[in-house]
């Protein structure tokens, strides 16, 4: 009964992220009412294996003790403090010190934002700032990739390279432009990775031509791993080839590691394992493992130097009410603490058996392509392999593939396109590692069995 009533009071009152308004009416919501470790437990009692941490953010895994008695502690001495009129937190300040000192290079200023998309917003301002302060405001233009994700505010959707995104909010903007993907699987260049790096190379450069030369360019968006787009791994190389290609012209670089940082990939931050050092880094979800909410942009010292220089003892207009939260700061540290007694030890061991258990469905007759780095990772189902023809569309992919796996215990991200992705917690023990590919498999098996794949496959 409670369950139906919250039903109702969602259908009539909540709107939810990236969801079709009417579709979401007609079927209505699945309460998820607790978890613990890997396995998430809804309304009616039914458990799943979290194979998507929420939304690639509760890395450390539901339900640790230590990171509620962090905020509980923490709420009780000092809920809030802003970080306006010099002021400033304990756990706050601490936490900015911690993170400096992982983080790659010079990255040694942390200004705290809400989540992913407001620290994309903000990377823009202090860019926009940092070129002014040089003497080079015709710097305007920004660079982002296509299939690549930077949030959903209204200047990083624009940044963003999905339709949705874009569809109906007037995005993006004139100075928001985009290379093409360096989508290893369906690059029109082939497999080979150094023609990728070559091919991503020369789209930039004829990208910053066709705008009117570098003196015009501000900054190059990239993630290290694409998440939205599909979990597209770039070739090894990549990002350093592309890092080195913008320095060259005096274009600032921007890694977004809002999904990838924090153990996604391996080490806490992807930057390191790509050997790179950006101007600029973004952070949110595994920053708290999403137990509360907290974004964070890392300036380098010439970025956060030029900025501040230029500012002398006039403010820099740059501010959020909940920027530095004490909560989230306090939560972010007990985190921090979790992830290096064990969890990204642990997140290494699993993810390299999450990346063989994938591809040992490769033979499957709907897989095309098994990728992956860590514990982000994923698959992309054909009709035919040859000519790696996508799931039809009448076979919804994103609905009816995640209802299917949801009904078999596992919670991961289906595509429209039809790509499986996945991003278990970092926890994950052998046995829940296990359970999402015997339960990918089963999913991948019921699908094939549809009426319409079926047909697809003869053609």
């Not at 569309?393 to 596992?410: C, S, T, V």
């Not at 595509?415 to 278990?424: N, S």
């Amino acid at each position: 009964m409670l369950s139906n009533s919250l039903i109702e009071l969602d259908r009539a009152h909540l709107i939810h992220p990236v969801t079709s308004y009417r579709g979401h009416e007609a079927t209505g919501v699945k309460v998820l009412r607790s978890a613990e470790g890997a396995t998430v437990t809804d309304a009616s009692g039914h458990q799943l294996v979290d194979g998507f941490a929420g939304l690639w953010c509760v890395n450390a895994g539901y339900g640790h003790e230590s990171i509620v008695a962090a905020a509980s502690r923490q709420m009780r001495e000092l809920p809030y403090a802003t970080g306006y009129f010099s002021l400033g937190s304990e756990p706050a300040i601490r936490l900015a010190a911690e993170l400096a000192q992982r983080a790659p290079g010079d990255l040694d200023h942390v200004y705290f934002t809400l989540g992913g998309s407001d620290a994309v917003d903000s990377s823009v301002r202090f860019i926009r700032y940092y070129w002014h302060a040089r003497g080079e405001p015709q710097r305007d233009q920004f660079i982002s990739i296509e299939q690549g994700y930077h949030g959903s505010s209204t200047v990083g959707a624009g940044l963003t390279a999905l339709s949705t995104f874009h569809a109906g909010f007037g995005v993006p903007l004139s100075w928001q432009h985009k290379i093409p993907s360096h989508y290893v699987y369906r690059n029109p260049a082939g497999h080979d990775g150094n023609a990728i790096i070559a091919a991503s190379l020369a789209a930039l450069d004829a990208k910053i031509a066709e705008i009117g030369g570098p003196q015009r360019v501000a900054a190059f968006y990239a993630e290290p791993i694409q998440g939205s787009g599909g979990v597209l791994v770039p070739p090894k190389g990549w990002m350093k080839a592309m890092r080195a290609r913008c320095q060259a012209y005096g274009i600032l670089f921007v890694a977004d590691e809002v999904i990838t940082g924090f153990g996604r990939t391996g080490p806490l931050f992807a930057c390191s394992e790509d050997e790179i050092v950006p101007d600029i880094m973004t952070v949110a979800k595994g920053l708290t493992s999403g137990y509360v909410p907290m974004g964070a942009v890392f300036l380098s010292d010439h970025v956060y130097g030029t900025i501040a220089d230029a500012a002398g003892s006039s403010a820099v207009g740059q501010g959020y009410t909940y920027s530095a939260h004490p909560v989230s700061a306090a939560v972010a540290l007990e985190v921090l603490r979790l992830y290096e007694i064990g969890l990204l030890a642990n997140g290494v061991k699993a993810g390299a058996r999450l990346m063989a258990g994938l591809q040992s469905l490769k033979d499957h007759p709907l897989v095309g392509d098994v990728r992956g780095r860590g514990m982000l990772a994923a698959i992309e189902l054909v009709t035919d392999k040859k000519q790696k023809t996508p799931l039809p569309i009448a076979a919804e992919p994103a609905r009816r593939i995640f209802d299917r796996a949801w009904k078999n215990g596992l919670i991961i991200r289906a595509f429209p396109t039809g790509v499986l992705g996945y991003a278990p917690p970092l926890c994950c023990s052998d046995s829940d590692i296990e359970a999402i590919i015997e339960r990918t498999a089963k999913t991948l098996d019921e699908t094939l069995a549809d009426a319409d794949v079926r047909a697809a496959l003869q053609h």
